[in-house]
Nanobody, 126 residues
Framework: QVQLVESGGGLVQAGDSLRLSCAASGRTFSTYAMGWFRQAPGKEREFVAA????????YYADSMKGRFTISRDNAKNTVYLQMNSLKPEDTAVYYC???????????????????WGQGTQVTVSS
């Protein structure tokens, strides 16, 4: 339904900032809630943040609150994840995803998403 391509990952030091971007193709971007997930080696994929179709509502995992900010620009078909005060435990592959749901709870779960990007690697050194 929608193709997603992440970019902006890289190698940074603890305390640094990084902004990830997710570009979506298609003419229905504004009909999707968008989310960011991450997966570290040996761990399950976990929820990071989500944003509603209009951008009016945002949701964050507890460990990301106060440090990460999700935003979107529907005119550019792009969603962003601003990451500040990065820690070594933030090291993971970060995935962008699109959801057709209109339910707040569902956009915080992996099963609530229809399309996924290929991911971008974020590595934070100590």
């Amino acid at each position: 339904q929608v193709q997603l391509v992440e970019s902006g990952g890289g190698l940074v030091q603890a305390g640094d900032s990084l902004r990830l971007s997710c570009a979506a193709s298609g003419r229905t971007f504004s009909t999707y809630a968008m989310g960011w997930f991450r997966q570290a080696p040996g761990k399950e994929r976990e929820f990071v943040a989500a944003i509603s179709r209009s951008g009016g509502s945002t949701y964050y995992a507890d460990s990301m609150k106060g440090r990460f900010t999700i935003s979107r620009d529907n005119a550019k078909n792009t969603v962003y994840l601003q990451m500040n005060s990065l820690k070594p435990e933030d090291t993971a592959v970060y995935y962008c995803a699109a959801s057709s749901t209109r339910l707040r709870i569902v956009v915080q779960t992996i099963s609530g998403y229809d399309s996924w990007g290929q991911g971008t690697q974020v590595t934070v050194s100590s």
